[in-house]
T-cell receptor, first 115, second 111 residues
Framework: GAGVSQSPSNKVTEKGKDVELRCDPISGHTALYWYRQRLGQGLEFLIYFQGNSAPDKSGLPSDRFSAERTGESVSTLTIQRTQQEDSAVYLC?????????????FGPGTRLTVL | QKEVEQNSGPLSVPEGAIASLNCTYSDRGSQSFFWYRQYSGKSPELIMSIYSNGDKEDGRFTAQLNKASQYVSLLIRDSQPSDSATYLCAVRQGGSEKLVFGKGMKLTVNP
């Protein structure tokens, strides 16, 4: 497809379980971002990948959160030992990367519910 | 603390009116400014970007930037019910690729 895709669209899990969220960026986009959006809140930056550079992990809220990206393609966000406060929509965005005028294009998000 | 602040709203305007959305930011080194629209249950979509002081117009939308006052706004002329959404201000700070988002302002345009 032409846009950013994410899977699953919805995920319900039990507290303490691990979850993996997937993002497929727009082809040719070297930059990929993960955000978290809690209900009624703005977007909270989690992590940023740019090409083969070391990712900017400064937004990850705890060591339970990690993310990987293979080259300039798919990224996976993993949350270990989920907690109820992890419930949110997780949004992925991609962009061409490297310029101030860069536009981020968002995927549809994964709604995570931790029971 | 680097922040982007938006009035929490909500903002309600009648159809055909001008809706004015405001945003302030704390990092003077910020270079790029964006307005995203987010319909309920959907992901954000970019509607305006602005990089220089002054006004930038695109159809019914005008973005205004004042770097001295660290202020960016979005005006929507001839508001339509389809403009009803949450509007997110985002700022790319100097030397960073990250966007910092405000909490958003919910706009309702009443027919």
């Amino acid at each position: 497809g032409a846009g950013v895709s994410q899977s699953p669209s919805n995920k319900v899990t039990e507290k303490g379980k691990d979850v993996e969220l997937r993002c497929d960026p727009i082809s040719g986009h070297t930059a990929l971002y993960w955000y978290r959006q809690r209900l009624g809140q703005g977007l909270e930056f989690l992590i940023y990948f740019q090409g083969n550079s070391a990712p900017d992990k400064s937004g990850l809220p705890s060591d339970r959160f990690s993310a990987e990206r293979t080259g300039e393609s798919v990224s996976t966000l993993t949350i270990q030992r989920t907690q109820q406060e992890d419930s949110a929509v997780y949004l992925c965005a991609s962009s061409l990367g490297g310029v101030a005028s860069d536009t981020q294009y968002f995927g549809p998000g994964t709604r995570l519910t931790v029971l | 603390q680097k922040e982007v602040e938006q009035n929490s709203g909500p903002l309600s305007v009648p159809e055909g009116a001008i809706a004015s959305l405001n945003c302030t930011y704390s990092d003077r080194g910020s270079q790029s400014f964006f307005w995203y629209r987010q319909y309920s249950g959907k992901s954000p979509e970019l509607i305006m970007s602005i990089y220089s002081n002054g006004d930038k117009e695109d159809g019914r939308f005008t973005a205004q930037l004042n770097k001295a006052s660290q202020y960016v706004s979005l005006l929507i002329r001839d508001s339509q019910p389809s403009d009803s959404a949450t509007y997110l201000c985002a700022v790319r700070q100097g030397g960073s690729e990250k966007l910092v988002f405000g909490k958003g302002m919910k706009l309702t345009v009443n027919p």
